[in-house]
Nanobody, 124 residues
Framework: QVQLAESGGGLVQVGGSLTLSCVVSGSIAGSYAMAWFRQAPGKQRDLVAA????????YYGHSVMGRFSISRDNTKNTAYLQMNILKPDDTVVYYCALRPFVRDITSTRGYEYWGQGTQVTVSS
């Protein structure tokens, strides 16, 4: 059974930085994709960034391109989302997700495993 656990959310000022972590427990065979989504109240869950493991191919949503960076430390079974130049619009709950295949990491489909979410609040 694969489980994901996010951490690192919190309160930060506009223009600041924050790093989210997602620890993966359980075993996964072969290649897979990990992603960060975010969801504001009453809105759909949006794909922020994704990474293909172990290939390292990445994808970023338009609103975070150039500011956010996704990475993965295979020795620690942990994925990260480095968030820089944070804006008030980045204030939402962020979710880590995993799917057991890497085909088309720009797609939101196929994510079977989800973390509980972590709140990020950017104050102006």
């Amino acid at each position: 059974q694969v489980q994901l656990a996010e951490s690192g959310g919190g309160l930060v000022q506009v223009g600041g930085s924050l790093t989210l972590s997602c620890v993966v427990s359980g075993s996964i065979a072969g290649s897979y994709a990990m992603a960060w989504f975010r969801q504001a109240p009453g809105k759909q869950r949006d794909l922020v960034a994704a990474i293909a493991v172990p290939y390292g191919t990445t994808y970023y949503g338009h609103s975070v391109m150039g500011r956010f960076s996704i990475s993965r430390d295979n020795t620690k079974n942990t994925a990260y989302l480095q968030m820089n130049i944070l804006k008030p619009d980045d204030t939402v709950v962020y979710y880590c997700a995993l799917r057991p295949f890497v085909r088309d990491i720009t797609s939101t489909r196929g994510y079977e495993y989800w973390g509980q979410g972590t709140q990020v609040t950017v104050s102006s």
